[in-house]
């Protein structure tokens, strides 16, 4: 069976028109005579959506119970069984209700797309997964909801429903996307100006990506190479000279001229892993590529020439920029330069040549540096011994001038520039062998002492002799250079593990520090830290150090490798060369990795102690409570027989004050057992089962357990109220702790108000004590510190362990709590009541 396609309606933000286009979609297919069904849409109470979606046929949905409230899913089974041609399914990334068969919306197309029916559905960008942090930092709100990105680029077809920010806004005060009590708060947060500007921009920039995906896979498929210009793409190819700035600063402003563009570079390295730039000049170019936006790209290849249009072609690239060549005039002779080579292969692809200093000296014909390959010391030695060689082998060879042919002097030279091609590399070679062949014309050829040669096979000797000893002289040259980058490579992966062991075994950074000091003969160290606070004059402390007279400021030292913004690393001692460097730079990020893990280690042993203080003083306080239990217990109990003894007897004022004493001690008592909850709450020792409570009863409950106190309690609730979804024995312990506080708080003549309310979903118990606005009641408390009490910090964590809330509200002298529960349905209007 073929699979059906899929087709997404993606939008930028809620409210933009996705599922009222799905639907519009669905009306013009079934105009045209396709058998096509709502599987699923959510019109979110907007007339216009349910408006479009009448006349289409709609299976009915699926009703799911979870946690003792009703959810209504789409019927997968009744949409596979009546097997439409076009389904239309909203919301992509919508999270099933526990007990379907899939847990993803999007699962469920899957099964609908492998029956062979086509889906239309909608899509907010900010749910998918990719983007997910992005909108996070923009909007502040974290999507629960996500779908893989993967999903999205299977869709056989993605089209953009879109509005500009203002025309949404507009809609949303109008009342056409959110109800009123949610409209101020949308406009406020989410649906601000730059909110729906950055996700549009996002919408766009991710489809113009899936329509680029789309282009190449179509170019690929069809075997189209010339690019095509739909977007410019400007690559600058870097040597690893020291024109590269300058080249990406123009290919930079080429690519700003030009909107939409991208800017890339290439740097291309030789098959045999060796390159003719440096890796730190690299490193900065690429850094400075990147700060204008650009991305940086590495290929290898025998020839540089076919290596660039290689990737041109590719990467679909419509501009290249190139420098100027910096080959001499005689190196040009012999061989077309990058440049040329690039314009006569590129075809379609523009090329810019640009000049730059370094080109500016290419007439005069430059030698290599003495210390590429085989190092200045060997070079200037195979010199030396060219010149010290060869005169003394001629002596000898004038001495044995009768036995030995000429022939035979051509070889024995030819093994001296062996040798010194073997020290020195090419081109003392190359000198070796152009100083032999004259000698050997000298004092061998006929005529002696004379550089004419008559004889033809004496000159052949000697250019084949010139050519073998060049020959000789490049292979050595080649060798040398691949022996001292192999050992080189091998020395520094050995310090770089070594140091790396030291990291992971946990060394001091004293001896770390040591240790790089003896790798690279260093005289002193030192890892180096920036106060963090602002300052005229920044000021540096030395976190560790090895050597005589470390530096104390990066200025101080003849070395300096930055591991981030307020931590370097300094050195004294002889120059390093660009390689040490880089290794250098590596060591300085693998102590960095050292310094901010023995941090984390400080610290965690910081807050592993806080944490014994805080559970020693828990247990403290909680052995504490237990051991007050029994004797606040018998107190209570002596008051109540002492209460009762009295009762007929005069003197009231001792009755009064036996009443007193019993109200502190239940009080101290009701403190001890608050304490006990609070640290069995934190411990996780409290069992918690949530189910549909009815409010009522808890209500009467918590009255129960506050018991007779003298004060009246005021009651506003719903006639229908519905059950509150919590644990009926942590709610009404919260209940009869906010109870018994705001009794404490509230005057006899004024009792404490509990106010209950159906919102969105949720239950609201508002408990509010009875303070008025008297100057002298409000100056003897401290509303402050009351928020922060035993009683009502037990309370929220009782409903936050619930999946509710508490918030406390003060207004004056008067204070309020307000609880908030999920509910099981929806409440009705207030009626008043009252509890004694």
């Not at 921009?201 to 075997?223: F, K």
């Not at 229908?720 to 009794?743: E, S, W």
């Not at 401290?782 to 362990?801: C, I, K, Y």
């Amino acid at each position: 069976m073929a699979r059906g396609r899929l087709r997404i309606y993606l939008g930028a933000a809620p409210g933009v028109g996705k599922t009222y286009a799905m639907l519009a979609e669905g009306q013009r297919l079934r105009s045209r005579g396709a058998d096509a069904v709502v599987g699923f849409v959510e019109p979110h109470g907007r007339r216009p959506t349910e408006a479009m979606a009448e006349g289409l046929e709609t299976i009915p949905r699926r009703t799911l119970s979870h946690r003792d409230a009703l959810f209504t899913e789409m019927d997968l089974d009744a949409v596979l069984a009546r097997r439409p041609q076009v389904a239309l399914v909203d919301e992509l990334a919508h999270s099933n209700v526990p007990g379907t068969r899939n847990g993803k919306r999007w699962q469920d197309v899957e099964e609908l797309l492998a029956a062979g029916m086509d889906v239309v559905t909608t899509l907010n960008v900010q749910h998918l997964e990719s983007l997910n942090d992005v909108v996070r930092q923009i909007t502040g709100v974290s999507q629960r909801e996500t779908l893989p990105d993967e999903v999205a680029r299977r869709a056989d077809q993605i089209e953009l429903v879109d509005l500009p920010p203002e025309v949404l806004r507009r809609r949303m005060v109008h009342g056409d996307i959110y109800p009123p009590d949610r409209i101020e708060s949308a406009l406020t947060h989410y649906f601000r100006v730059g909110n729906l500007t950055a996700l549009r921009e996002i919408a766009l920039l991710w489809l113009a990506d899936r329509v680029e995906e789309g282009l190449q896979r179509y170019r690929a498929e069809h075997g189209i190479v010339a690019p095509w210009e739909t977007r410019e793409r400007i690559m600058v190819s870097l040597s690893g000279g020291p024109e590269g700035e300058t080249l990406i600063r123009r290919a930079a402003r080429i690519s700003a001229r030009t909107p939409g563009s991208e800017l890339l570079a290439l740097h291309v390295v030789s098959e045999d892993g060796l390159t003719d730039g440096g890796p730190v000049v690299l490193d900065a170019q690429r850094t400075l590529l990147e700060s204008l936006g650009g991305s940086y790209h590495q290929a290898t290849g025998e020839d540089v020439v076919d290596a660039l249009l290689q990737f041109a072609e590719t990467e679909n690239v419509t501009q290249i920029v190139l420098g100027a060549s910096r080959r001499g005039r005689l190196a040009a002779l012999l061989r077309a330069g990058v440049g040329k080579r690039t314009i006569k292969g590129s075809g379609p692809i523009d090329v810019h040549i640009v000049t730059h200093e370094e080109a500016a000296g290419s007439a005069v014909l430059r030698l290599p540096h003495p210390s590429r390959g085989t190092g200045p010391r060997r070079f200037w030695a195979a010199l030396v011994g060219a010149v010290v060689l060869l005169p003394v082998l001629t002596i000898l060879l004038t001495a044995l001038r009768g036995n030995l042919g000429f022939g035979s002097d051509l070889v024995i030279y030819l093994l001296a520039v062996v040798v010194v091609a073997l020290v020195g590399g090419l081109y003392p070679a190359l000198f070796a062998a152009v100083a032999a062949a004259l000698l050997a014309d000298y004092y061998f050829a006929a005529p002696v002492h004379s550089l004419v040669m008559e004889r033809p096979d004496e000159i052949t000797a000697l250019v084949v002799f010139v050519a073998a000893a060049a020959l000789v002289g490049r292979a050595a040259g080649v060798a040398a250079q691949r022996t001292h980058h192999a050992v080189r490579a091998t020395s520094e992966a050995r310090a770089l593990s070594r140091l790396a062991a030291a990291v992971m075994r946990g060394q001091d950074l004293t001896a770390l520090l040591e240790q790089i000091r003896e790798n690279f003969g260093l005289s002193a160290i030192s890892l180096l830290e920036r106060d963090p606070e602002v300052s005229p004059v920044p000021r540096w402390y030395v976190v560790a150090s090895a050597g005589e007279r470390p530096p104390e400021r990066p200025y101080e030292a003849d070395v300096e490798s930055p591991v981030d913004d307020n931590l370097t690393l300094a050195a004294r001692g002889s120059g390093l060369s660009a390689e040490d460097r880089r290794v250098l730079a590596a060591c300085a990020a693998e102590l960095g990795l050292a310094h901010a893990r023995g941090r984390i280690a400080w610290r965690s042993g910081d807050t592993d102690t806080f944490a014994d203080a805080e559970r020693t003083r828990a247990s403290l306080l909680l052995a504490a409570g237990r051991d007050l239990r029994a004797p606040l217990h018998a107190a209570e109990e002596a008051l109540v027989r002492l209460q009762l003894r009295r009762a007929g007897l005069p003197g009231s004022e001792d009755t009064q004050l036996v009443g007193a004493a019993r109200a502190a001690v239940h009080r101290a008592a009701q403190l001890v057992a608050d304490l006990d909850d609070v640290s069995r709450l934190h411990a996780g020792a409290l069992d918690l089962y949530l189910r549909p409570v009815d409010l009522n009863e808890a209500l009467g409950a918590a009255l129960d357990d506050l018991g007779p106190g003298g004060h009246s309690i005021v009651l506003h609730l719903p006639e229908q109220l519905p059950d509150v979804i919590a644990d009926a024995a942590l709610l009404t312990r919260a209940l009869t702790a906010l109870g018994a506080d705001a009794l404490r708080h509230s005057p006899p003549d004024r009792p404490p108000v509990f106010t209950a309310e159906v919102r969105a979903g949720h239950l609201r118990i508002r408990v509010e004590d009875g303070m008025g606005p008297e100057p002298s009641t409000a100056a003897s408390r401290v509303p402050g510190t009351r928020a922060d009490s035993l009683a009502l910090r037990l309370s929220r964590d009782l409903a936050e362990a619930m999946d509710g809330t508490l918030e406390t509200t003060t207004e004056g002298p008067a204070f309020s709590a307000m609880l908030t529960l999920p509910s099981s349905a929806p409440g009705g209007r207030a009626t008043s009541g009252r509890a004694e």
